[in-house]
């Protein structure tokens, strides 16, 4: 059975400090993607990282995908109260029509 | 529609009763997942379409557990003699065929088993 371990677990900062969220496997994805989901709604995609040690930015986001595949991170940089949710990480094993989703971390941004 | 929808939003029954979760997925898309999402923690894999076609049923966690899906659209899942530990969020989602790192999800369906 393929795991994904998020931690922190549970995290709350300040706005304007930075922050890293981390969701590890022993298993090899052959994609990643992250969600952010707030409450009474579905999680929304943020991105897809495929490519072992890429990099996405997206605005205050940067995301990577771990050299052997198995391990990811999200790094904010300068929080703000809308980055307040349940942040899921989910990987997919090449062809396999089944998303494994991590355990989520939850971020609270206190303004 | 322009995204996917889930009825009802809420549902509150009674242990013993049976209930039917719909799901309306983006028009045009032919994979919908079911996934099971309790206290606001990760997502449990339950079932997936392709089609009309459950390719992978090994997430149903029992077989009080159903689903089936119409005219390449939209998706029913069933829970007969609800238990307790059926209270959850289900959410459905559905994507383009192949692209299972590209899903849209519905708000989901609140079910409380009293």
């Known amino acids: 059975t393929q795991l994904l371990e998020q931690s922190p677990q549970f995290l709350s900062i300040q706005e304007g400090e930075n922050l890293t969220v981390y969701c590890n496997s022993s298993s090899v994805f052959s994609s990643l993607q992250w969600y952010r989901q707030e409450p009474g709604e579905g999680p929304v995609l943020l991105v897809t990282v495929v490519t072992g040690g890429e990099v996405k930015k997206l605005k205050r986001l940067t995301f990577q995908f771990g050299d052997a595949r198995k391990d990811s991170s999200l790094h904010i940089t300068a929080a703000q109260p809308g980055d307040t949710g349940l942040y899921l990480c989910a990987g997919d094993n090449f062809g396999n029509e089944k998303l494994t989703f991590g355990t989520g971390t939850r971020l609270t941004i206190i303004p | ?42 997502l449990e894999f339950l079932i997936y379409f392709q089609g009309n076609s459950a390719p992978d049923k090994s997430g149903l966690p029992s077989d009080r557990f159903s689903a089936e899906r119409t005219g390449g659209s939209v998706s029913t899942l069933t829970i007969q003699r609800t238990q307790q530990e059926d209270s959850a969020v289900y959410l459905c989602a559905s ?20």
């Open chain 2, 1 to 42: 529609g322009a995204g996917v929808s889930q009825s009802p939003s809420n549902k509150v029954t009674e242990k013993g009763k049976d209930v039917e979760l719909r799901c309306d997925p983006i028009s045009g898309h032919t994979a919908l997942y079911w996934y099971r999402q309790s206290l606001g923690q990760g």
């Open chain 2, 95 to 114: 994507s383009l065929e192949g692209r299972i790192y590209e899903q849209f999800f519905g708000p989901g369906t609140r079910l409380t088993v009293l």
